[in-house]
C-alpha cells in the first residue's frame, strides 16, 4: 500500500509566481490535511478537506492561498503571487476517516520544500 | 484553543540508554486524542505512537512508550535502548475528537541526537 504522495519534493518560484502542490493520499482515504513548516519550527495546520468539500480552512491565509480535493485526481494547494515568506516546506497528511480502525491517525507524505527567489 | 509545549528544545544521550521526552497541554475537553510524530534528517513525518484520552493505559510500541498523565495533562515519550536512528526531531500531537478527525496542533519539537 502507497503512502501518501506529494510532488513535487522541491519547487522553486520567483516572487509573483504560483505554486501548485499535490497531494495523493493513501489508498483508501478520504482525508486530507495541509501543514506548512517554517524553517526550525513545528507544522502548523492550514486546511482539512474531504471529496469536493473543505471542512476546516481556519489555519489559510485569507488571500492568495487555496486548496482542493476533487472527486477524481489529487488534493491540490494553490499560492498564488508568492512572496518570500511562503518558502516553507508544505505536508499533506491523509486519514481514512471513522468507521475504521485508527480512523483519525493521520500519515504524513514527504512534504513539497517550496523556496521562493 | 489548545496548546502544546514541548519544553526541551534539544536533547542528547549515550545509544542504548533510555530518554524522555517531556510535553504538555492545555485544554478544556475530556476526550482527545495525542500523539508523538519522529521528523529525521530526511524531513519526513513519522507516526510514533498514538494515545486515547479515556484510555487508562499507557501506549506502547515496542521500544516507545509513554506516560500520559490525564489530571496533569502530560504526555512524555520514552525510548528505551536508543538506537543512532532515533536521531531526529520529535514533536509532540494533540486532536481533539468530538467526531474524530480534527487537526493536529503541533509542539516546537525536540532534536534528540543519540551519540555512538
Known amino acids: 500500500n502507497a503512502g501518501v504522495m506529494q510532488n513535487p519534493r522541491h519547487l522553486v518560484r520567483r516572487r509573483g509566481q504560483e505554486a501548485r502542490l499535490r497531494c495523493s493520499p493513501m489508498?483508501?482515504?478520504?482525508?486530507v490535511y495541509w501543514y506548512r513548516q517554517l524553517p526550525e519550527e513545528g507544522l502548523k495546520f492550514m486546511v482539512y478537506?474531504?471529496?469536493?468539500?473543505?471542512?476546516?480552512e481556519s489555519g489559510m491565509p485569507k488571500e492568495r492561498f487555496s486548496a482542493e480535493f476533487p472527486k477524481e485526481g489529487p488534493s491540490i494547494l494553490r499560492i498564488q503571487q508568492v512572496v518570500r515568506g511562503d518558502s516553507a516546506a508544505y505536508f499533506c497528511?491523509?486519514?481514512?476517516?471513522?468507521?475504521?480502525?485508527?480512523?483519525?491517525?493521520?500519515?504524513f507524505g514527504p512534504g513539497t520544500r517550496l523556496t521562493v527567489l | 484553543a489548545q496548546t502544546v509545549t514541548q519544553s526541551q528544545p534539544e536533547m542528547s544521550v549515550q545509544e542504548a540508554e533510555t530518554v524522555t521526552l517531556s510535553c504538555t497541554y492545555d485544554t478544556s475537553e475530556n476526550n482527545y486524542y495525542l500523539f508523538w510524530y519522529k521528523q529525521p534528517p530526511s524531513r519526513q513525518m513519522i507516526l510514533v505512537i498514538r494515545q486515547e484520552a479515556y484510555k487508562q493505559q499507557n501506549a506502547t510500541e515496542n521500544r516507545f512508550s509513554v506516560n500520559f498523565q490525564k489530571a496533569a495533562k502530560s504526555f512524555s515519550l520514552k525510548i528505551s535502548d536508543s538506537q543512532l536512528g532515533d536521531t531526529a526531531m520529535y514533536f509532540c500531537a494533540f486532536m481533539s475528537s468530538p467526531g474524530g478527525n480534527e487537526k493536529l496542533t503541533f509542539g516546537t519539537g525536540t532534536r534528540l541526537t543519540i551519540i555512538p
Open positions: 489508498k483508501g482515504h478520504s482525508h
Open positions: 478537506l474531504q471529496k469536493e468539500n473543505i471542512i476546516d
Open positions: 497528511a491523509s486519514s481514512p476517516g471513522p468507521g475504521t480502525t485508527h480512523g483519525d491517525t493521520q500519515y
